[in-house]
Every structure is written in structure tokens, then in C-alpha cells.
């Protein structure tokens, strides 16, 4: 039987694919579980141990996993930033035929799910050519490559491009507070826990498009992709500057609809009203990550917003002349934005209108 396309692109794909396996000290995870169980509930001392038969001759246990692909021969490999986000936890490699290398973390986009690891080869390792993820169509076929559920490496399912520029609010964990995920590749290409940080590839040209981040618990067959560009853009920064440089702004919003103008009694129904009140994770659409969890003043002091003249309750309406909304919001203006870059906002306050340029921090 002659080789198909995919099973070409398959057995191109595969070896640049690699397994994350996460580990932690025991005594560290026991003392974090504890730390999570409420005081009113007692629980028998046992159930709070980890068994003695999971943990290594190093005392540490194995926690999660996930996936990665290999972009440069001399070991650079892309993950998403919720696989390496624990910095006290310890990153093992394991290459499709079981090679294995401990990981150093490279760089985590502050706003994007994508990580930078590296690990140090013997030899040169074969990589993935990235493609453009701006030329996706609906439809195209695409194949997911991951260690699906931690356990079975090397796997790999079909599908196709399902939605474009897809928002969703996810949790890297239970216990972690949502973040909203823009622009995302939507794929009915199975997408299991432990696949996250593989890549999505076309079908048929083998270029990855995106890296699987995410599923959607209770549906069927909806998954969804961080598109590459992202990905290209942190590697071409920390090849520049040894780090992700992403553009600061300064302010929580909510994206302004005809729902919040008649709640709130607004004057306009498109816009983003800057606020540090959190409101509930519905009327959140975005909010600058460094401060979601502690937000209390919409603007922070200081930054390019405040120095720009933006203020608490005010609506900003436009970015460089275009509307603000739920269509495209100022997350995904920023998105084509640099560190220093210029930007003119038309903000209402009250019932008057003005112009705000804002010169675009370093996120540090």
C-alpha cells in the first residue's frame, strides 16, 4: 500500500514532536494540597500523602504533562506557557523514541499561551517549518500532534479548520481565574489533555499553524489552536533582545455592548469602559493580565494610558480611527502593536469627547 499524504506528513511530523513530563517535590505538592483543603473539612492524615510508590528516588512525583515541537535543530522547542507556567516545577524531554533531556525554560509570553524551552541535543534534531497562520481557510484539513492524556505519546488526529478568530475563557487549572483567549484557531481534530503545546499542522504542505491550548469540556469535538504568527513573533524577539517584549498599555476594561449600555445606563453601545470593578467573567472580556487578579483602579498609575490622560470611567471609543467592540476589542489592536509604538485613542468622559496618544511601554 502506498503512502497517503498525511501518513508523508505524518512520518515528517513526528519526529520533531516531543513529551513534557512535569515533576515537583513531593513534600512541596503534599504541603500545596493541604494548603488547598478547607479548614472545616478534616481529612484523615493518609489522604493528604502522596503514595510512596509515585514518588521517584529524587523525591519528586510526576504532576502533568503535555507537548512541544522542535523549531530549531539546536534544541529550541514551542509550548504553551500553561505547561511550564510552575516555576518550582522541573521540565523532562522525551523525544518520540524516547531520547531524554531535562528542559531550560527560555521565555513565557506575558499575554499569549506560548512558551520558549530549549533542551541541549547531541546532535542536530529535526524540526517543523512554520507556516502563516493569517492564510487559514475554513475547511482546510489539519492533523494534531500531542502526548494525549500524558500517557500515549506519538499520537496523532485529523480534522479540519472549523472557526477562525475564536474567544474563549480558560483555565490552565481548576483554581486559577479565567483568561480570555483571542483569535483562536477552532479544529474538530481531536485535542486531549496532555496535547497542549503540540502542534496543529496542515495536512498537506507538513507547515504548523497553530499550537493546541485548549478543549471545551462538554462538547464534542471542539478544540482550539494558538495561531503560529504568535509563536514567530516571540522566537524572532528572543533571537533580538533575549526575551518577549510585548507592549504595555495600562488599564482594565469591559468591551462596551448594547447589554452594558442599558445596565450601566451608557451613553454609547460600542467602546471600552476602563474599570478596575470585575464585575462577573461574562462582562469581562479582557482585562491587562499583569493586573487581573488585583485590579481596583481601571488605570494604573502611572503607565502610558494614565500619562496619556485615561482615567477611571472613561469609554474609549476608537484606536487609530477604527471602533472599538466586541468584533475587535483593544487586545486585538494591541496584538499588531510594538514597544514604543504611538497610538490614538478617542475617549468619552461624560458626554465630551478627546484624543489620548499613548506611547507604548515594555511589559515587564
Do not use: W
Not at 30 to 54: F, G, H, V, W, Y
Not at 200 to 228: C, K, M, R, W
Not at 280 to 285: K, P, S, T
Amino acid at each position: 500500500m502506498h503512502d497517503t499524504a498525511i501518513v508523508k506528513t505524518v512520518k515528517k511530523t513526528i519526529p520533531a514532536v516531543i513529551s513534557i513530563i512535569i515533576s515537583k517535590d513531593a513534600r512541596a505538592v503534599e504541603k500545596e494540597l493541604k494548603a488547598s483543603i478547607p479548614t472545616s473539612l478534616k481529612l484523615p492524615e493518609e489522604q493528604t500523602k502522596i503514595p510512596r510508590e509515585a514518588i521517584d528516588a529524587r523525591g519528586m512525583v510526576k504532576i502533568g504533562g503535555g507537548s512541544g515541537f522542535i523549531v530549531e535543530k539546536s534544541g529550541i522547542i514551542l509550548t504553551n506557557k500553561h505547561v511550564i507556567a510552575d516555576a518550582s516545577a522541573e521540565y523532562t524531554i522525551f523525544d518520540s523514541v524516547g531520547e531524554k533531556y531535562e528542559a531550560e525554560v527560555l521565555a513565557r509570553d506575558p499575554i499569549n499561551d506560548v512558551a520558549i524551552i530549549k533542551i541541549k541535543p547531541k546532535k542536530d534534531l529535526p524540526i517543523l517549518r512554520l507556516g502563516d497562520s493569517t492564510k487559514i481557510q475554513l475547511g482546510e484539513e489539519v492533523l494534531a500532534f500531542g502526548n494525549a492524556l500524558g500517557i500515549f505519546r506519538n499520537t496523532v488526529s485529523r480534522g479540519i479548520v472549523s472557526g477562525l478568530s475564536r474567544s474563549i475563557a480558560a483555565q490552565a487549572d481548576p483554581t486559577a481565574p479565567p483568561q480570555e483567549m483571542r483569535g483562536l484557531i477552532q479544529t474538530d481534530a481531536a485535542i486531549n489533555p496532555g496535547n497542549s503545546g503540540g502542534p496543529l499542522v496542515d495536512s498537506e504542505t507538513g507547515y504548523v499553524i497553530g499550537i493546541n491550548a485548549a478543549l471545551l469540556f462538554g462538547a464534542q469535538n471542539i478544540g482550539f489552536a494558538i495561531p503560529i504568527n504568535h509563536a514567530k513573533r516571540d522566537l524572532e524577539d528572543l533571537a533580538e533582545f533575549d526575551h518577549i517584549k510585548r507592549p504595555l498599555l495600562g488599564i482594565s476594561y469591559i468591551t462596551v455592548d448594547e447589554n452594558l449600555k442599558s445596565r450601566m445606563n451608557l451613553g454609547v453601545d460600542y467602546g471600552a469602559l476602563v474599570t478596575g470593578e470585575m464585575h462577573n467573567h461574562h462582562d469581562v472580556l479582557e482585562h491587562d493580565p499583569v493586573h487581573r487578579a488585583c485590579a481596583r483602579s481601571g488605570v494604573i498609575k502611572d503607565s502610558p494610558a494614565y500619562k496619556a490622560g485615561v482615567r477611571e470611567k472613561d469609554i474609549i471609543l476608537e484606536c487609530e480611527g477604527e471602533k472599538i467592540g466586541t468584533e475587535k476589542t483593544i487586545q486585538d489592536f494591541l496584538e499588531d502593536m510594538k514597544v514604543g509604538d504611538v497610538i490614538k485613542f478617542k475617549v468619552l468622559r461624560g458626554k465630551k469627547e478627546f484624543e489620548a496618544k499613548v506611547v507604548l511601554a515594555e511589559r515587564k
